[in-house]
């Protein structure tokens, strides 16, 4: 009976060390609710975006037979990027070179109807001689004269038609070798190729997107609501944070606010006053510009509240989720209206290890 009793008492003490290790965590990340300096900001999301940037395009149908450049290669602004092959075009062109010689020659050879003309003329002279001479009719020399005036008509027409041919056919040659030379695509400026949509080999249609190329240089593009538009000038100075750069605190001049929302959400771009060496285009971030202060105010780091003003509050050693009344907040630091008291103990990072009733062992406090 003994050795049951104590078989049982092992198995209880199993369980419960089981158990309370399973609701429990070995330390967390913690602040304390403090009193201090709340700065309210216009907050905004961010995306690293070229200065300029332009997709390149094709003109015309054809197979891509040469493609020189990769995603992230610099190029320079005339820079051969990608060679389309239409061989009809070269077809054109030399059923257009035959064409151009065979009229270039006829225009060489004159009007068709030059030696009537010259005929007609010797008559026509013979018989104002004969005229003076009262041994023609007057009716006969008229007649001979109308049909130098048409002759002279003609001949004139046919020269406009041969010079016209030459002309168009000229035309229509340069024509088919500026389609030529648009299957050449050159870069429209310096910069980077961003993407390539295309592969060597591939067959594209007229207008089909090649690549998107983009300048060297580099601007911060932040979202921010309509609501805080308002405050913003030309020239104020923001906070930024990027999320490929989070030991860095970036600070940038805000340079225009672009005029067009789209739901309700404004593009305002901003310059770094001091970029990091790693600037890429999509890298995003957070950013906030300072407008007011509020003094001697329940603060915590802006990390310690989750979506929906939740906060992880570890008290008597257990967490505990509670809802909070927020005020101003920066990327850095938030104002608490209600919710917390002062030092309260909020878990920063990483909340969703930290369920409910969980138990935690020791914390981690971060320097304020």
Request: charged share 20%.
């Amino acid at each position: 009976m003994v050795k049951i009793l104590l078989i049982l008492g092992l198995i209880g003490a199993g369980l419960a060390y089981y158990f309370y290790n399973r609701n429990s965590a070995e330390s967390a990340e913690v602040a304390m609710v403090k009193r201090g300096t709340a700065v309210a900001g216009v907050y905004g999301t961010v995306n690293v975006e070229p200065v300029n940037q332009v997709v390149v395009r094709t003109r015309h149908y054809g197979q891509i037979t040469n493609l020189s450049v990769k995603e992230g290669h610099q190029v320079k602004a005339g820079q051969l990027l990608i060679e389309v092959t239409d061989d009809s075009f070269q077809r054109q062109l030399d059923a257009n070179a035959s064409a151009l010689e065979h009229a270039q020659t006829r225009q060489s050879m004159g009007a068709p109807s030059t030696p009537l003309l010259r005929n007609k003329e010797i008559e026509v002279e013979k018989l104002k001689k004969l005229l003076a001479a009262n041994n023609i009719a007057p009716i006969e020399y008229d007649k001979a004269n109308n049909e130098l005036a048409s002759l002279r008509e003609l001949v004139q027409n046919e020269t406009l038609n041969l010079n016209l041919q030459v002309d168009n056919l000229t035309r229509e040659r340069e024509a088919i070798r500026s389609k030529l030379g648009q299957l050449q695509i050159f870069s429209p400026l310096d910069g980077v190729v961003l993407n390539l949509f295309c592969h060597l080999g591939e067959f594209v249609p007229p207008q089909a997107e090649l690549c998107r190329i983009g300048s060297s240089a580099n601007q911060i593009v932040a979202q921010i609501n309509e609501e805080d538009v308002g405050y913003l000038k030309p020239g104020m100075k923001a906070q930024i944070r990027l999320y490929a750069h989070q030991d860095k605190d970036l600070v940038g001049t805000l340079k225009e606010v672009l005029p067009q929302a789209e739901n309700q959400i404004y593009r305002v771009v901003f310059t770094l006053d001091n970029p990091p060496e790693t600037l890429l285009p999509g890298m995003t971030g957070e950013m906030n510009i300072i407008i007011k202060e509020h003094q001697n105010v329940l603060t915590l780091p802006s990390r310690g509240i989750r979506r929906g003003n939740i906060a992880y509050v570890i008290k008597d050693g257990i967490v505990r989720q509670l809802s909070v009344k927020t005020g101003f907040r920066t990327l850095e630091k938030t104002e608490i209206l209600s919710g917390l008291a002062e030092g309260d103990v909020v878990i920063l990072s990483n909340q969703d290890l930290y369920p409910e009733g969980t138990r935690v062992r020791s914390v981690i406090m971060k320097e304020q």
